[in-house]
């Protein structure tokens, strides 16, 4: 059984920087990859960044450049580190893993992004 819990939220204004992190129970974290997904009312929920057990790293194009994921396996703690932030990126922010056949979620830290 996977517990994730999100932090780092936050309101920041266009072009500043916030870091998220997702908290892990357990000690099975550092044997999954991890995702961060972001959702807005009314729209669907986008796909932000990717990890993998190794480190390897994925990103969306709306935010290749801007945002770096990060883990550490000691911690059982991913980040999602977000600079050059835009209005666009508001939104609950969500972090995923998926063990076996059955996903995981956290349950959202707001990151508004706003003058």
């Known amino acids: 059984q996977v517990q994730l819990v999100e932090s780092g939220g936050g309101l920041v204004q266009p072009g500043g920087s916030l870091r998220l992190s997702c908290a892990a129970s357990?000690?099975?974290?550092?044997?999954?990859?991890m995702s961060w997904y972001r959702q807005v009312p009314g729209e669907q929920r986008e796909w932000v960044a990717g990890?993998?057990?190794?480190?390897?790293?994925n990103y969306a194009d709306s935010v290749k450049g801007r945002f770096t994921i990060s883990r550490d396996n000691a911690k059982n703690t991913v980040y999602l580190q977000m600079s050059s932030l835009k209005p666009e990126d508001t939104a609950v922010y969500h972090c995923?893993?998926?063990?076996?056949?059955?996903?995981?979620w956290g349950q959202g830290t707001q990151v508004t992004v706003s003058s």
């Open positions: 995923k893993v998926v063990a076996g056949t059955t996903s995981y």
């Open positions: 990890i993998t057990r190794g480190g390897s790293t």
């Open positions: 357990g000690s099975l974290f550092s044997r999954y990859g």
